[in-house]
């Protein structure tokens, strides 16, 4: 059974950085997408980022040249480095995995979910 814990969220302020990190349990391996969305109270979850198994990253345009996907297979863990915080990039942050070598941008997509970790920037 794969289980997924983000951490790292908290309050920052416009133009600060914060790291995410989801410790994947179970079978995350080499076989498996890892994704990070989105969701804020007046809005849809959102797709953020994925790292496929052989490591090809995409990033959704608003985040683009400001966030940083990564993995380390050793830790099971995978990463979300922020940059350049906005307020708009406030929301509850969830890590997401799903087993294949295609990874894709809708969340029906994924089967393991975290518990989704609060990211607070204030301007």
């Known amino acids: 059974q794969v289980q997924m814990v983000e951490s790292g969220g908290g309050s920052v302020q416009a133009g600060g950085s914060l790291r995410l990190s989801c410790a994947a349990s179970?079978?995350?391996?080499?076989?498996?997408?890892v994704a990070w969305f989105r969701q804020s109270p007046t809005n849809q979850r959102q797709w953020v980022s994925y790292?496929?198994?052989?490591?090809?990253?995409n990033y959704a345009a608003s985040v683009k040249d400001r966030f940083t996907i990564s993995k380390d297979g050793a830790e099971n863990s995978v990463y979300l480095q922020m940059n350049s915080l906005k307020p708009e990039d406030s929301a509850m942050y969830y890590c997401?995995?799903?087993?294949?070598?295609?990874?894709?941008?809708?969340?029906?997509?994924?089967?393991?979910w975290g518990q989704g970790i609060q990211v607070t920037v204030s301007p």
């Open positions: 997401a995995a799903r087993r294949g070598f295609s990874c894709y941008v809708a969340s029906t997509d994924y089967n393991y």
């Open positions: 790292i496929s198994p052989r490591g090809f990253t």
């Open positions: 179970g079978v995350i391996d080499n076989t498996y997408c």
